[in-house]
């Protein structure tokens, strides 16, 4: 083997990232360690006023994370005890683990095995007459997975009959479009996380909350500080949940590259889907009409019960890949008591079992992406 076939392909290389913008990053790090201002200030205003100039948006409030940034904008509706909240099983744990956190519960819906995302069909399903804890159901969080947003038309015409607040957890998605509106400006509010590994993050955690509502903004805006305006007179019983000021420095030298590197991003998708069709064994992302992938993630199914085997095969080759996410939220552990059975909502399990994220970032290069495709081809030609 020659020495770039010996070289590991990450699913994600983070690096790569800082080295192309290093100077701009080591100069926002340098102006906040400067200026002595750390909580809040004007790195953390200036950059919620240029999120929220590129959401379109009238209020954006920078928060700890995404889950605190899902967990403060149930408590900003006022859910809380003896409610529930429809969400997808197949997500990441913060969106039903928010719910349970504000002592609400999570009713678990299935998804539509094309997109991934929330199907309204489960939705309406758990609205029926009849169904446990429908009439305690106050709003629906749908995840926009791996880039990509949920049928939001049809999600809100069903919020819209029942009068439920839609949340959006748009963590993975930010600048992904559903007819030309950007995802978490659609329900009444949008939440958005941070973490490193999304398509804007910084080098630590951070959230963001936006919603075009006054009020709803005011009650975010006092959470993020134990409820308090001014400083020291509580109206509300919040937490301490800021957006750092390091962080906000650090995503708003990022926020002006965030469009080339979606493209890059798209490129390699595309690129993706042409070398991989006609693999028999996988199914590439489905892109719905009228929406933009935004791709945080790259996600396959692979069938015949291959999944691990091939996923393993990579491994041995040093390509990095990972499983969003083998077990649907309906039967963790942590759920138990809410009587869901293996069964219950088929295509989460289903996706749980073949799906298969592949590396994705918006450096990684043609040579890599032609191993990544030729081992997965070495696989199935085994
Ligand atoms: C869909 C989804 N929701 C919520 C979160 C929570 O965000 P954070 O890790 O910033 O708390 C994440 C990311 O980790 C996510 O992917």
């Known amino acids: 083997m020659s020495e770039t076939q010996n070289q590991r392909i990450p699913i994600l290389d983070l690096r790569r990232q800082y080295q192309s913008i290093k100077s701009e990053i080591d100069q926002a790090i340098q102006r906040v360690v400067e200026s002595g201002r750390f909580i809040l200030g004007p790195e953390v205003e200036s950059f919620e006023a240029e999120i929220a100039a590129y959401l379109g948006v009238p209020h954006a409030i920078g928060v700890a994370s995404g889950t605190d940034a899902l967990l403060l904008a149930l408590k900003a509706l006022g859910i809380g005890p003896g409610d529930a909240v429809i969400v997808p099983s197949f997500t990441f744990f913060a969106t039903a683990g928010v719910v349970a956190n504000v002592g609400a519960t999570p009713i678990f819906a299935d998804i539509d095995p094309l997109t991934f995302n929330i199907s309204p069909a489960s939705i309406s399903a758990a609205l029926k007459a009849g169904t446990p804890r429908r009439e305690r159901v106050k709003a629906i969080i749908p995840v926009h997975l791996y880039g990509q947003m949920a049928d939001m038309d049809e999600i809100m015409a069903i919020a819209h009959k029942f009068g439920l607040y839609v949340v959006?957890?748009?963590?993975?998605?930010?600048?992904?479009?559903?007819?030309?509106?950007?995802?978490?400006?659609?329900?009444?509010?949008?939440?958005?996380?941070?973490?490193?590994?999304?398509?804007?993050?910084?080098?630590?955690?951070?959230?963001?909350?936006?919603?075009?509502?006054?009020?709803?903004?005011?009650?975010?805006?006092?959470?993020?500080?134990?409820?308090?305006?001014?400083?020291?007179?509580?109206?509300?019983?919040?937490?301490?949940?800021?957006?750092?000021?390091?962080?906000?420095?650090?995503?708003?030298?990022?926020?002006?590259?965030?469009?080339?590197?979606?493209?890059?991003?798209?490129?390699?998708?595309?690129?993706?889907?042409?070398?991989?069709?006609?693999?028999?064994?996988?199914?590439?992302?489905?892109?719905?009409?009228?929406?933009?992938?935004i791709f945080h993630q790259y996600t396959v199914r692979v069938l015949g019960g291959k999944r691990d085997a091939l996923r393993d095969h990579l491994a041995a080759q040093g390509i990095g890949t990972e499983v969003y996410y083998p077990l649907p939220l309906h039967l963790q552990p942590c759920f138990r008591h809410l009587g869901y059975r293996e069964g219950d909502l088929p295509e989460s399990e289903r996706a749980s079992r073949e799906v298969l994220s592949l590396p994705m970032f918006p450096e990684l290069t043609r040579e890599e992406q032609d191993r990544v495709v030729e081992a997965i081809r070495d696989f199935f030609e085994q």
């Open 168 to 293: 959006e957890d748009a963590a993975q998605a930010i600048g992904a479009e559903y007819n030309g509106k950007k995802a978490g400006t659609i329900g009444h509010i949008g939440c958005f996380s941070f973490f490193p590994t999304k398509n804007l993050g910084a080098y630590g955690d951070g959230g963001l909350v936006v919603t075009s509502d006054d009020e709803l903004a005011e009650r975010i805006r006092m959470l993020r500080v134990h409820g308090s305006k001014p400083k020291y007179y509580h109206h509300l019983v919040g937490t301490n949940s800021r957006l750092d000021a390091l962080q906000a420095a650090i995503l708003r030298a990022k926020l002006p590259h965030l469009a080339e590197w979606t493209r890059a991003r798209q490129r390699i998708a595309d690129r993706y889907d042409e070398l991989l069709r006609g693999i028999k064994s996988i199914r590439l992302p489905y892109r719905a009409p009228n929406r933009t992938h």
